[in-house]
């Protein structure tokens, strides 16, 4: 059973840093992309940022320059480092573990609230 545990959230003030981290049980991490999803309340999830098992990296516009993602395969952890942190980035922030075809985990998510 894959599971997927998000920790790193909190509140911060605009202009703050906080670093997400998604740990991933099981044996597929390293074969996996790794994505960065947020929702807020009447929106749909959207993608922030993405990593494939290869390293590339791939970021919405409204965060590049600001967030980083990373993955260390040898602890099976995704980090998404999150700097200049604005009120329109509040949300809960989801980990996804997938690879196309085979498989697709979802963490139980995470609130990360920056106040202005």
């Known amino acids: 059973q894959v599971q997927l545990v998000e920790s790193g959230g909190g509140l911060v003030q605009a202009g703050g840093s906080l670093r997400l981290s998604c740990a991933a049980s099981?044996?597929?991490?390293?074969?996996?992309?790794m994505g960065w999803y947020r929702q807020v309340p009447g929106k749909q999830r959207e993608l922030v940022a993405l990593?494939?098992?290869?390293?590339?990296?791939n970021y919405v516009d409204s965060v590049k320059g600001r967030f980083t993602i990373s993955r260390d395969n040898a602890k099976s952890t995704v980090y998404l480092q999150m700097n200049s942190l604005r009120s329109s980035d509040t949300a809960v922030y989801y980990c996804?573990?997938?690879?196309?075809?085979?498989?697709?985990?979802w963490g139980q998510g995470i609130q990360v609230t920056v106040s202005s």
């Open positions: 099981g044996s597929v991490f390293s074969l996996s992309a």
């Open positions: 990593i494939t098992s290869g390293g590339a990296t």
């Open positions: 996804q573990m997938y690879r196309a075809g085979n498989w697709n985990y």
